[in-house]
């Protein structure tokens, strides 16, 4: 059987397994490799979500939905404010978010809602009025100074009956309603973190900081030492690896101790609040973190949120949670995303900055990390003329191959990097930018360079999928010598030397391979629902440089069926 049906039978075998009437969104596989199945068949969220207030009315739906599905987009993330739905103490409105599901099922989206409930962006604006007037009842963390800040206190039991009422209450409500599972992941809460100092300083955060840390905690960490985050391993170790006393003791007198401790009760709280959805749903339950970038420190940043270097608390304290997920706004997204791809963590990407580069982004996440999904934050201010369209056609097209088992290899050139190498099956696989060729003239004058991002599907030994943008490939055999790289670099766009005074000077040595590496044949592809490839185009000539490399240009994505073979 063609490899290319292997995914189909993956589709198949979810379908038998859940059956009809069997949860409709799940995750299936195990650690970093969880892949998501909805409604029985394997599905990569191609997302975007929305801009805080754009699901506060009705009309905003209506207005915004429908240019979501034109941009491409099979998922939207959407707000659910506690309190419009819960404006009076006990009584719900689920309003907007029925309306959300309507206008998502009209236009063929499913949806992922945001609990912004005690905590969003650390603070607890959503919180509704009889809350936030009752400060009593519902008490505030306080600074080291003293100082009470909107910022709900997480040790208080009065804050989580309410705050897991109403998300309770949602998660009921979705799972009695929407019968067409429309909804497909609940994230709990948004960016949870403390602000200006590493941990909550009111009398009983305090009081619980200087008792024993739980045994829980100590018998995790002992269990999975050998697994443990390096970062929080080596605190812990450093700290004598002791299995009972004090947080401090255990994780030193430093902010990043009373990080831990604080993660540890927000992750506690989190967890409870997922398992009151549970009750009601099965679907995915994740948890999204601001990043700890730019130097900052613990307060600085969003301190003790479900970060990295945080998963195993937040992993012991809050197992109903399936997966911590990264913001991503800050430079070198290829990087944040690997952080959130370890430690047995499904990598989503709920939000990072809308931006022309979100389609390679996409690719490589998707391509190097398997990720379940990825979201630019304010979508409805993108564009439907934009990249991010094209580049969701490519990877719904995808979608079937994507979800097969096949190796693969992601890759992202946001700035400077110049290349990519590794080695497979005896050959030396070298990607690049599309612009280290310098035949568009935007590669050289000045012009900033668009971010590349492929993925190559290695169907079978020899035989790839590449899909994506901006890349340039070469292939050649492990042993063939490159010291004519050099003299190849330099042929022009027909693939002549480009003038006669290249690659003249070096003595080439002596051929010694035992066979070169060719490209038999590169088509432009679109796989079908049932894995077969219909081909679209052949590319030779000029589009391979006359059988040299396999490459996509920068202003669109594309998906290519390449074959190679060896000669003497
Ligand atoms: C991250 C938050 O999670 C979003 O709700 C929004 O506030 C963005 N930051 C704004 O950049």
Redo the contacts with the bound molecule.
């Keep these: 059987m063609p490899r290319h049906l292997l995914s189909l039978l993956l589709a198949a075998t979810l379908a038998a397994h859940c059956g009809p009437t069997a949860a409709q969104s799940l995750l299936v596989g195990s650690g970093s490799e969880r892949k998501l199945s909805v409604d029985g068949r394997p599905f990569i969220i191609l997302g975007g979500e929305l801009g ?1 207030s754009s699901a506060s009315s009705e009309t905003d739906a209506a207005r915004i939905f429908p240019k979501l599905a034109r941009m491409g987009l099979n998922t939207v993330l959407v707000p659910a404010y506690w309190d419009l739905m819960e404006p009076v103490e006990g009584e719900f409105d689920f309003s907007l978010t029925d309306a959300a599901v309507r206008h998502a099922r009209a236009n063929g989206l499913k949806i992922v809602f945001l609990w912004f409930g005690a905590w ?2 650390s603070m607890s604006c959503y919180a509704p009025e009889w809350f936030k007037r009752d400060s009593r009842r519902f008490p505030r963390a306080h600074t080291e100074s003293g100082k009470p800040l909107e910022i709900a206190s997480a040790f208080s039991d009065n804050v989580f009956k309410a705050d897991s009422r109403a998300f309770e209450a949602l998660a009921g409500h979705i799972a009695k309603t929407d019968t067409a599972h429309t909804v497909i992941m609940l994230q709990v809460e ?2 949870i973190g403390m602000l200006e100092n590493a941990r909550d300083y009111s009398a009983d955060a305090t009081r619980l900081y200087r008792s024993a840390v739980p045994e829980r905690l100590t018998d995790y960490l002992t269990k999975n030492r050998a697994t443990l985050h390096p970062d929080l391993r080596a605190r812990w170790e450093a700290n004598g690896a002791r299995t009972n006393g004090t947080w401090e003791q255990l994780f030193g007198p430093d902010e990043y101790g009373e990080e831990v401790f604080m993660a540890w009760h927000y992750a506690l709280y989190v967890g409870k609040m997922a398992d009151a959805a549970r009750r009601h749903t099965s679907m995915p339950l994740y948890v ?1 973190a ?1 990043m700890n970038s730019r130097g900052r420190r613990p307060g600085q940043y969003p301190s003790a949120g479900p970060l990295a270097h945080l998963i195993d608390i937040w992993r012991c304290g809050a197992p109903a949670v399936d997966f911590i997920s990264p ?1 991503i ?1 800050d430079p070198g997204f290829a990087s944040w995303a690997s952080r959130y791809a370890t430690c047995g963590n499904a990598l989503f990407i709920p ?1 990072m900055r809308l931006s022309d580069d979100n389609g390679a982004q996409a690719f490589y996440a998707i391509g190097e990390h398997r990720a379940i999904g990825v979201s630019p ?1 304010s979508i409805e201010n993108g564009s439907e003329a934009g990249k991010l369209g094209k580049a969701y056609d490519a990877l719904r097209k995808l979608t079937p191959i994507l979800s097969g088992d096949y190796g693969r290899h992601g890759m992202l050139f946001e700035t400077a990097e110049q290349e990519q190498a590794w080695t497979e099956d005896g050959l030396r696989i070298a990607a690049r930018h599309f612009f280290t060729l310098p035949w568009d003239s935007r590669a050289t004058d000045g012009s900033t360079w668009p971010a590349a991002g492929a993925v190559l599907i290695r169907l079978a030994p020899m035989e790839y999928i590449l899909a994506g943008t901006g890349v340039v490939l070469t292939f050649q055999g492990e042993d063939e010598v490159t010291a004519d790289a050099k003299a190849q670099a330099a042929l022009g766009e027909d693939g002549f030397a480009a003038n006669g005074a290249e690659g003249r000077e070096a003595k080439t040595p002596r051929w010694t391979a035992k066979s070169r590496v060719g490209i038999a044949s590169v088509d432009e592809v679109e796989p079908q629902a049932d894995g077969t490839l219909r081909r679209v185009r052949r590319l030779n000539g000029d589009e391979d440089h006359q059988g040299r490399h396999v490459r996509i240009g920068v202003d669109g994505f594309q998906i290519l069926h390449v074959k190679l073979y060896k000669y003497k």
């Design positions: 805080n969003k962006n948004n960016e999204n601001a913001d706004y939000e934050f």
